[in-house]
């Protein structure tokens, strides 16, 4: 029988208002919204709703905020009877995975999410490191590039076919950019984060979490998680607990985790959560699937 996958967004995909009108317009959005906002210590609401953009970018705001919108949007397409047999996440939007396979209540998946956003945050600000798309190479050739550039510079998300994003130190990353053009990169891009994400400059961000997580009252249910650093099935509360370490400062296999897909039989992907950048990447891995993207109330509306 054909499958369904919901896939979240990560960071990037935020925008001042986002979540606003779902929660001004739905009496269920509302009340998820506000029991979420309620288990934070700071105020996400104002952030999230009214910005100022600036704040929001900052990581430990961006990751919460970006969580809380995709799980809200869950509970309301779950509320019209569509539910997954699949569930990835792409970077953060693996912490939404989790609370939409019920790994994890909503409240824990996005209080644990506010505590890796802060976690990076803090060792981003000590590491002096930044990332950089690379268009228009394979990953194979971009891994091949890294090994010759002096300093940490790592391939962390594979994307799609065409696009990868390198991270590590922000000499090594100008130095790859030039190498990479040199091999044959139509474009080498400094990304605007505040960090190194998914590099091994953020091991101690791992370490952090890792200890966080035993907090946390985790669940296997009978949703499958594909997870972002190996593209497998997560089995067990341990495979769990073992993809939250290794993700903070391991790769986005989103390539790998998208053809797993469509190993198991998925045909239909809904995108839940702001924007639409992971549709975009999956039909340029594989265009057979039917996407649809869930971000707002409308959206919900024109689900038959």
Not at 35 to 48: A, E, I, P, Q, R
Request: aromatic share 8%; net charge negative.
């Amino acid at each position: 029988m054909a499958k369904v996958a919901f896939v979240f967004p990560g960071q990037g995909a935020q925008y001042v208002g986002m979540g606003k009108e779902l929660y001004e317009n739905n009496e269920i959005a509302r009340k998820e919204f506000d029991s979420l906002f309620s288990k934070l210590d700071f105020d996400l609401k104002t952030v999230m709703f009214e910005g100022p953009e600036e704040a929001l970018k900052e990581t430990k705001n961006t990751q919460p905020a970006i969580v809380s919108m995709s799980l809200v949007l869950t509970k309301l397409l779950e509320e019209k009877g569509i539910k997954p047999d699949f569930v990835a996440g792409h970077s953060v939007g693996e912490y939404a995975a989790f609370g939409a396979a019920g790994y994890l209540s909503i409240e824990d998946a996005v209080k644990l999410t506010a505590a890796r956003g802060k976690f990076m945050n803090d060792v981003a600000q000590k590491v002096n490191g930044g990332m950089a798309a690379i268009i228009g190479l394979e990953s194979d050739k971009i891994v091949e590039v890294l090994k010759t550039v002096d300093g940490v510079v790592e391939a962390v998300n594979f994307n799609e076919p065409k696009q990868t994003v390198i991270a590590g130190q922000k000499d090594a990353i100008e130095k790859a950019c030039v190498a990479l053009k040199e091999a044959g990169a139509r474009r080498a891009m400094p990304l605007a984060v505040s960090g190194p994400f998914h590099s091994s400059l953020m091991k101690e961000a791992g370490e952090k979490l890792k200890e966080e997580a035993n907090n946390y009252d985790f669940k296997m249910t009978d949703v499958k998680l594909i997870a972002n650093t190996t593209a497998d099935i997560l089995t067990s509360v341990e495979d769990i607990k073992e993809e939250i370490y290794a993700q903070s400062f391991g790769p986005v296999k989103w390539v790998d985790t998208v053809k797993k897909m469509k190993e198991q039989g998925v045909t239909t992907i809904y995108e839940i959560g702001p924007g639409k950048v992971l549709s975009g990447l999956i039909k340029k891995i594989d265009k057979e699937f039917e996407i649809k993207n869930i971000e707002k109330l409308e959206d919900l509306q024109n689900i038959m």
